[in-house]
């Protein structure tokens, strides 16, 4: 899907006003994100070119700190507890399951664009192991069979 010019433009009002300013790379990372939902590679090399630094230094910024995306996200945001508690109570079948019915890895958006699935640590629902989160959603004592009409609520919604 094409960017359209607008937002390049916006984005180069906020490069022009960061230009030479401390922290400039982060808050123009920020906004990007804001603008785009996601900095791809030639947003990335934009912001380089436009603040005066490497590709690498932007690039490290943007994949050191997890509120930045590289890929657009769904609308969506799958997250399966891989902490300890949930981990030994089969969160990794469940993750599995999610993959599986969505057609998707880890760390990737589905092909219809709803969902993003992500692997976290702890979200402090420990005594309902194992959890899932989508979006503010919480799902506990989790199944792989409980996944499809999970997934199928979302979908519905549609």
Do not use: W
Not at 83 to 89: F, H, R
Not at 94 to 122: A, M, N, P
Request: charged letters at 25%; glycine letters at 10%.
């Amino acid at each position: 899907m094409a960017i359209s010019q607008d937002k390049y433009d916006k984005l180069d009002e906020v490069i022009s006003a960061n230009k030479g300013q401390s922290g400039a790379v982060m808050r123009t990372l920020q906004a990007a994100q804001d603008i785009f939902g996601h900095v791809p590679k030639d947003v990335q090399i934009r912001i380089a070119e436009g603040l005066g630094t490497t590709l690498s230094d932007v690039y490290g910024v943007a994949t050191f700190y997890s509120q930045f995306a590289l890929e657009p996200r769904g609308e969506y945001i799958i997250g399966v507890c891989l902490g300890t508690a949930c981990y030994v109570k089969g969160s990794k079948n469940v993750l599995e399951r999610v993959c599986k019915e969505l057609d998707t890895k880890v760390g990737k958006t589905s092909k219809d664009g709803l969902f993003t699935i992500k692997d976290t640590r702890c979200l402090g629902a420990c005594g309902l192991a194992p959890v899932m989160m989508i979006n503010d959603d919480v799902y506990g004592r989790l199944t792989p069979d409980k996944i499809p009409d999970i997934l199928a609520k979302y979908r519905q919604a549609q």
